[in-house]
T-cell receptor
Framework: DSGVTQTPKHLITATGQRVTLRCSPRSGDLSVYWYQQSLDQGLQFLIQYYNGEERAKGNILERFSAQQFPDLHSELNLSSLELGDSALYFC???????????????FGPGTRLLVL | GENVEQHPSTLSVQEGDSAVIKCTYSDSASNYFPWYKQELGKRPQLIIDIRSNVGEKKDQRIAVTLNKTAKHFSLHITETQPEDSAVYFCAASKDRGSTLGRLYFGRGTQLTVWP
């Protein structure tokens, strides 16, 4: 158990719908990262938040958005869903502070999204 | 941006043999290189990592080597066991201010260890 939690574990929805994925980082971690894993694209970085602010953006579609709340949990919103959005969505969190030698990214269990 | 390439895509070994997975990266500013093991349907799990100020790191049967000049790093698993069977991902990153930056992943290596 990495200490990172994600809900829900599974999500089945229809094209055109909107869903929200939730992530709670490890206690004390300020950074949250979202990744998408599909068979054809591998593990792709979507977006990073650090202490409530957007820090970096990857290949995230305009239909997708995210935020990090004051309690540091994060939500990834996916709208106007398409079949191709079916994938595993992982969040990860990392310890922050002083470019520490201990810093690394720990992954949550993921949310499996199936768009029908 | 960074480009990480990983080889081979599949690797089959006999139990007790060694397995080596190799990755190259393109951005000389990358300074952090983790390896993740992912079992089917599960989360990527960190198994070992190395930073650019170190050339080699070992943890029991697992070791990672880094060649900054050539921009490549490798994962070595000795005395493989059937439970080592999984997909292994290499990644590269660099520190961004006060926190670790995004990970750039290789495409993964499916390791199968036959008893």
């Amino acid at each position: 158990d990495s200490g990172v939690t994600q809900t829900p574990k599974h999500l089945i929805t229809a094209t055109g719908q909107r869903v929200t994925l939730r992530c709670s980082p490890r206690s004390g971690d300020l950074s949250v990262y979202w990744y998408q894993q599909s068979l054809d694209q591998g593990l792709q970085f979507l977006i990073q938040y650090y202490n409530g602010e957007e820090r970096a953006k990857g290949n995230i579609l305009e239909r997708f958005s995210a935020q990090q709340f004051p309690d540091l949990h994060s939500e990834l919103n996916l709208s106007s869903l398409e079949l191709g959005d079916s994938a595993l969505y992982f969040c990860a969190s990392s310890v922050a502070g002083g470019l520490g030698e201990q810093e690394t990214q720990y992954f949550g269990p993921g949310t499996r999204l199936l768009v029908l | 941006g960074e480009n990480v390439e990983q080889h081979p895509s599949t690797l089959s070994v006999q139990e007790g043999d060694s397995a080596v997975i190799k990755c190259t990266y393109s951005d000389s500013a990358s300074n952090y290189f983790p390896w993740y093991k992912q079992e089917l349907g599960k989360r990527p799990q960190l198994i070992i990592d190395i930073r650019s100020n170190v050339g080699e790191k070992k943890d029991q049967r697992i070791a990672v080597t880094l060649n900054k000049t050539a921009k490549h790093f490798s994962l070595h698993i000795t005395e493989t066991q059937p439970e080592d069977s999984a997909v292994y991902f290499c990644a590269a990153s660099k520190d961004r201010g006060s926190t670790l930056g995004r990970l750039y992943f290789g495409r993964g290596t499916q390791l199968t260890v036959w008893p």
